[in-house]
């Protein structure tokens, strides 16, 4: 083949390393392998859950039972044998009590990773959730959380100590049988994260979990679930990163937002699971649902995802916007690289009236990548004046990569306003030979005109994020160009 | 008399299959915005050989005279325009173009030799089905190097009841041709018409396909472009809807398969009360398919509460040196133009007809014939008025 710049470039994109896969020698203690009633009483019972919770599970186990392993999206991956996946692993010993407890091989880990917990968290301002593996390690800034009234603890915490609220709105915008990923974690969900913020608060921080699958062949099932009150404010920083290995591991979260009226939540994912290598061995499955519901007048929700990890990334978060003049945002920056293969996108459904989404999609495509956009916007019959805007553009990186895009935009209302666009190109020649003739590197030019693609979602990141995300961004992108 | 065995040879792999593939249902991930069960639960019967034939005969005899010499019946073909017939429409995944030649007994093509040039358009004007008849419609257009032709199909229909008109159309641009063609689906109320629009062009060829669907109860029309050699130009233009109770499904599938060819999609929808419209638009470029242009355009006007829309503008993309693009936008007649006309004097039926024309006036406009131009616009009226 020709040895053009652009193919040298791509091929130096192919060969960066994962920065992030080392793994932690903590001693593990997991269940057998496989999945069966008696392996989801066994999580519910080690994690001395009440009766309704397990009940609730079971009912989820056999739905899943039921149902058949989606096939639509377009990504291809060998089957997935679920009998030969750890359903829980969880650091030994007994649960650390505050984080001088916690493994300090552990608190290296996320050193590496550039978590701010400990004294970095009180330099970063930010409060950490970390769930390492399935068990929530430490949490931080509990207690300046706690004046302004506001929960944020892992998941099983809120179990015992907040059971009225997690009864309440588990599965109330997720429902167990939702599709096949979000039922099996209902059936074998081992933590996640709860945040709850009460009426008219304005949580004082920005509150970020960082996940981490660590185990050998564990499945990582957590669950988050965010339920902002009426008047309320949060912004949630969720960052996930795992260590290099042959096998693919099976990573099947679920996220739920409630925002009550006049409500805003937003919601910041940087994924960056392991990718699999240049042949496109190991990495990470990555089948998400997250979804958020409005359920209040003028409530907002706002998603912004940087998604450079994971070998498969099959991800919707969603808006249904039910109170009037509820607002719905997706902004996303999808890159895939080697044989990476991403099939994301969202859904927003316009309920209530008045109501407005904006969906702004960038993906990138290198090697052999295969980007996919997937969105539906719905109005409703009863959703007079809704608003919604859609572009996706997708900027192609080499010959043998792959960028597409399947919107389903479905209107019921005549008084609608709907547009979408998408655009599909690679870089342009005049752009790059503009940035060369100004001095840059040919590495510098594509990082720069990357950036400048994907800025309109970039700039939607929190602070601490965007920073991360250009590094990412840089950092898959980079290598020396030939 | 009875079929010619390649029509026989035909249908027998069509039998086998529609046996295996079966009616598609909502489940089918192409099929999912239109309803099959109405069709299959009206138990309409095939029209039979004979009256295929007569039918067939009398739309033939209604060419005009300058150019009947280019269209034929099935009975005696060359064996190299034979091979045109089932060529570019596959049955695969396509119950009704099997269903088509399970049905058929004959059907028209349309041969311009090499470098011939037609220069009046051939009209077909089939018709409509009797009540309770399933009719299949059959045509292939061949037009060799460098041969020009319009061809233009027309279903029209008055009155109401149940019918069921299934027509496939292919037609194959040799390199350097020039095909336009225009599909009209003015089928009565009641009336069902599923139909398929194959296009293959060569090097250089350019096609320009013109779809009016504005009439029947539950219309589908397929458009599927192959664009198999360098320089390939494809143009199609489509306009859908209406007032009442209608389906109108256009489902457009373009696959770039050769370098430096060009495709354009525009299709609008004019919604009132009561209509449904569905767009289902592919692009897709295949891995050395270089040079690419393609772009894709849905707009639909929603005229009043009741209309609906589904639209999904896809593409599909193996390949970097490409420029791609699509937008669909869905909406209402905008309240500010709405109001200058109105103050310039217009009545508020005026002002929207006025606008409603205008928004498909690019559509209308490019029509290859000036008849169905006039009923483009009448059907557009009447839609806004309610008549």
Known sequence: MEKTPDNAFVESVVRKGYEHGFVTNVESDAFPQGISEDVVRAISARKAEPEWLLDWRLKAFRTWQKMAEPAWAKVGYPTIDYDAIYYYAAPKGPAPKSLDEVDPELLATFEKLGVPLHERAALAGVAVDAVFDSVSVGTTFKDRLAEAGVIFCSFSEAVHNHPDLVRKYLGSVVPRGDNYFAALNSAVFSDGSFVFIPEGTRCPMELSTYFRINAKNSGQFERTLIIAERGSHVSYLEGCTAPQRDENQLHAAVVELVAHEDAEIKYSTVQNWYPGDEQGKGGIYNFVTKRGKCAGARSKISWTQVETGSSITWKYPSCVLIGDDSVGEFYSIALTRNYQQADTGTKMVHIGKRTRSTIISKGISAGHGQNTYRGLVEIHAGADGARNYSECDSLLIGSQCGAHTFPYITCGNDSAQIEHEATTSKISEDQLFYCRQRGLSEEDAVSLIVTGFCKEVLRELPMEFAVEANKLLAVSLEGTVG | M???????????????????????????????????????????????????????????????????????????????????????????????????????????????????????????????????????????????????????????????????????????????????????????????????????????????????????????????????????DVALKGLFGGRGARHQDQHVTVRHQSPRATSDQDFRGVLAAGARGVFTGLVHVAAGAHHTRATQQNRNLLLDAGAHVDTRPQLEIHNDDVQCSHGATTGRLDATALFYLRSRGLDATTARQLLTLAFAAELTEALPDEALRALALDRLRDAITGG
């Open chain 2, 2 to 232: 009875s079929d010619q065995p390649w029509l026989a040879a035909l249908r027998a792999r069509a039998a086998e299959r529609f046996a295996a593939d079966g009616w598609p249902d909502r489940r089918t991930e192409h099929w999912k915005y239109t309803p099959v069960a109405p069709i299959e639960r009206a138990r309409l019967a095939p029209v039979d050989a004979a009256a295929q034939r007569a039918e067939v005969q009398a739309v033939r005899a209604a060419v005009a005279p300058e150019a009947a010499d280019f269209v034929r019946d099935f009975s005696d073909l060359p064996p190299a325009v034979q091979a045109g017939i089932g060529r570019v429409a596959a049955l695969e995944g396509h119950a009704f173009a099997a269903r088509n030649l399970l049905d058929l007994h004959d059907g028209l093509v349309i041969h311009v030799p090499r470098g011939v040039r037609v220069a009046a358009p051939i009209v077909l004007a089939w018709g409509t089905p009797a009540v309770g008849a399933a009719r299949p419609v059959r045509v292939l257009v061949l037009a060799e190097a460098q041969a020009e032709v319009t061809v233009i199909e027309r279903f029209d229909g008055d009155g109401e009841g149940a019918a069921l008109t299934n027509a496939v159309t292919e037609i194959i641009a040799r390199d350097g041709a020039q095909v336009r063609y225009a599909k009209a689906q003015l089928e009565r109320d009641g009336a069902f018409h599923v139909g398929r629009v194959a296009i293959e062009a060569g090097r250089d060829a350019r096609v320009e396909a013109h779809l009016l669907n504005l009439g029947g109860a539950l219309a589908r029309t397929e458009l599927d472009v192959a664009l198999v050699a360098p320089g390939a």
